[in-house]
């Protein structure tokens, strides 16, 4: 399946959840009930609040240098607005690059993983995983799994050990082998005691000292979750500083919107979209493509 159409199918519930409204609240006039209307459609589809005032404000703006007489043009309006507001300038890939995967359990960090390193072979790129998550053993099995399908190489201990270790092991054979990319798991929540934050500060602190090369922090966020993902945002930002979002499970919630209150309160890119299971459900994020796939 291509990529437009495994958006749209991605999509699809957000899209319900916003274009048909959209096409029932429209009757040919923008008035106040319209705008109220409106407002109700965006925030309900967890668009947030200050992203949803924004495009009111730039919706009147539009509607007044240009007749807007016809759904096709209240649609052509949304689109463009709501593009701009997800285009957010972003540095390229430099090789060789190092993004660390960081994120609440369950949210689909290792699989993220998995799927991005195997685009990046499919661009000839070679590939070191590190199993960053040393609290169970499940992850580090789970991740030894996707090397082998991608053909990546992977750097792991066993269960329970130092994750910093394992970081600071991966880098040298990273920088050993010269490969192009190289991709940290990390632990979604740890034992007892150690406290996740801590964590991942250390792990940190070890790749800034380590790698003088490129390094970003993706936040991996699960779509179902709404408005939660801000509160995620905000806690692994002021953490670790977030460089860009992988936000998946796209095919399973209406809550799609998220990304235009992250785009407006966090102004952090969004890099990839999950929308399903397989090895090629995963997308890069480009704004037009997603807001077609929703209006
Ligand atoms: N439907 C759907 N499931 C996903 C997506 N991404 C991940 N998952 C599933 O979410 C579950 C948790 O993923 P995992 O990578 O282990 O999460 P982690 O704890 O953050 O490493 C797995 O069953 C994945 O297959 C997605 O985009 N769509
Ligand atoms: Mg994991």
């Given at each position: 399946m291509g990529f437009f159409s495994k958006i749209f199918q991605g999509l699809k519930k957000t899209k319900d959840a916003i274009a048909n409204k959209l096409n029932a609240i429209f009757v040919g006039e923008l008035?106040?009930?319209?705008?109220?209307?409106?407002?109700?459609v965006l925030i309900s589809s967890d668009i947030g609040a200050s992203a949803t005032e924004e495009i009111i404000e730039?919706?009147?703006k539009v509607a007044k240098k240009q007749k807007i007489k016809t759904s096709e043009d209240l649609n052509k309006a949304l689109r463009q607005i709501m593009a701009n507001m997800l285009t957010i300038d972003d540095e390229e890939i430099e090789y060789p690059t190092l993004i660390s995967f960081v994120g609440v359990n369950g949210v689909g960090k290792t699989t993220a993983i998995g799927r991005i390193a195997n685009?990046?072979?499919?661009?000839?790129?070679?590939?070191?995983?590190i199993a960053g998550d040393t609290f169970r053993a499940a992850a580090s099995d789970q991740l030894t799994e996707?090397?082998?399908r991608s053909k990546s190489r992977i750097v792991k201990y066993t269960e329970g050990a130092d994750p910093g270790a394992v970081v600071y092991d991966g880098i040298k054979s990273a920088l050993a082998k010269k490969d192009d990319v190289v991709l940290v798991d990390t632990a979604g929540r740890l034992h007892n005691k150690s406290n996740l934050m801590e964590e991942l500060k250390k792990i940190e602190k070890i790749i800034n000292r380590e790698w003088e090369y490129q390094h970003k922090n993706y936040l991996v966020i699960d779509a179902t979750t709404g408005q939660n993902a801000l509160s995620q945002v905000k806690m692994f930002n002021e953490c670790v500083g977030i460089d860009g979002i992988v936000l998946t499970k796209l095919d399973g919630t209406a809550k799609g919107g998220i990304v235009f209150a992250i785009a407006k309160e966090f102004?952090?890119?969004?890099?990839?979209?999950?929308?399903?299971?397989?090895?090629?459900?995963?997308?890069d994020f480009n704004a037009e493509e997603f807001v077609n796939g929703i209006i």
């Open positions: 008035n106040d009930e319209f705008y109220e209307d409106l407002e109700y730039e919706v009147k685009k990046f072979k499919k661009d000839g790129k070679s590939v070191l995983m996707w090397s082998l102004g952090i890119p969004v890099k990839y979209v999950g929308v399903g299971e397989g090895v090629d459900d995963i997308e």
